[in-house]
């Protein structure tokens, strides 16, 4: 049984970071692409980051680049979030994704096998 978990929301000011994680257990951890989405109240869901099996290779979405790193630790079988210079429009519930891509480009939420249960980020103004 497939069980990716994120931990790390919460509230921060504008300008501040936190930084997400996302534990996978029932998978091959270290033979995924992973990915980053996030939902706002009343939006679709949208993709934010990728990265590939090894952690050599990623992508992000626009709106975070330069400011959100993706990364993993495969012996611990968790990916990471680390988000930076955060914005009111970031406020999201964030989750982590299985990708069957190849980590290095846009991931359609069509790719995704499996998700997570999500967390939730508020940036204040």
């Known amino acids: 049984q497939v069980q990716l978990v994120e931990s790390g929301g919460g509230l921060v000011q504008a300008g501040g970071s936190l930084r997400l994680s996302c534990a996978a257990s029932g998978v091959t951890f270290g033979s995924w692409s992973m990915a980053w989405f996030r939902q706002a109240p009343g939006k679709e869901r949208e993709f934010v980051a990728a990265i590939n099996w090894s952690g050599g290779r990623t992508y992000y979405a626009d709106s975070v680049k330069g400011r959100f790193t993706i990364s993993r630790d495969n012996p611990k079988n968790t990916v990471y979030l680390q988000m930076n210079s955060l914005k009111p429009e970031d406020t999201a519930v964030y989750y982590c994704?299985?990708?069957?891509?190849?980590?290095?480009?846009?991931?359609?939420?069509?790719?995704?096998?499996?998700w997570g249960q999500g967390t939730q980020v508020t940036v204040s103004s």
């Open positions: 994704a299985t990708d069957r891509g190849t980590g290095d480009s846009y991931v359609p939420t069509h790719r995704v096998d499996y």
